[in-house]
Structure formats: C-alpha cells, structure tokens
Nanobody, 125 residues
Framework: QVQLVESGGGLVQAGGSLRLSCAASGRTFNTGTMAWFRQAPGKEREFVAGLSWSGISTRYVDSVKGRFTISRDNAKNTVYLQMNSLKPEDTAVYLC??????????????????WGQGTQVTVSS
C-alpha cells in the first residue's frame, strides 16, 4: 500500500499556472505507474495524466495535451503535475493515484490501488 498526499491546489485566473505535488510513502512507489485524476461536482472521476516508473510511458487526456506535464522524482517519492494555460473547465478536485502495475499507463480509476485525499483547483474566468 502507498500513502499519497497532494498539495499545490488553489484559485487561479484563466491562463494561469499551478504545480501540483503528490508525496508518496510506502515500498511500492518506485515500482508502479502514477497518475493524476480529477473530479468535478456531479461528474465522474476523469483520468488526466499518467507516468510509468521509468518515465518512458506517459499518457494524457486529450483536453490537457500541450498544457499539462506530469513528472516524477523517484528519489523524493514525489509526482508533479505542471498545469499551464488553465481554463475554467479544468476546475475540479485533483487526485493522485498509484497503480501496482508498471510499464503501462491505465486510464480506468478502478485499477488504481492507492489514492490521495485530493486538492482543489479552481480556475476563474
């Protein structure tokens, strides 16, 4: 089991940037794929971005390609989500998740075994 704690959310104007961090503890961090999801009120949890342990495999939802970048520092047990050119439709609670599988990035939330509590991102127009 991996324990995850997100930080870095906040209120930003459209066009602005935020950097989310996800600090992990537990033995499995360095072996599994990590991902960011988001959930807006009344909507299903949505895959945003994922990154394998090696960094070779990455995946983004189409709506954030070219604006968001996921990265990880295995030495610090931390995953980041750099979000640029933010839009009001990016407003949601952003959650970090860990998968026991490595090498591929899966988009279904049901396969991820560990979750953080989430951090709120609000983008004003």
């Amino acid at each position: 089991q991996v324990q995850l704690v997100e930080s870095g959310g906040g209120l930003v104007q459209a066009g602005g940037s935020l950097r989310l961090s996800c600090a992990a503890s537990g033995r499995t961090f360095n072996t599994g794929t990590m991902a960011w999801f988001r959930q807006a009120p009344g909507k299903e949890r949505e895959f945003v971005a994922g990154l394998s342990w090696s960094g070779i495999s990455t995946r983004y939802v189409d709506s954030v390609k070219g604006r968001f970048t996921i990265s990880r520092d295995n030495a610090k047990n931390t995953v980041y989500l750099q979000m640029n050119s933010l839009k009001p439709e990016d407003t949601a609670v952003y959650l970090c998740a860990a998968d026991r599988v490595n090498g591929i990035v899966r988009v279904s939330p049901v396969v991820y075994t560990s979750w953080g509590q989430g951090t709120q991102v609000t983008v004003s127009s």
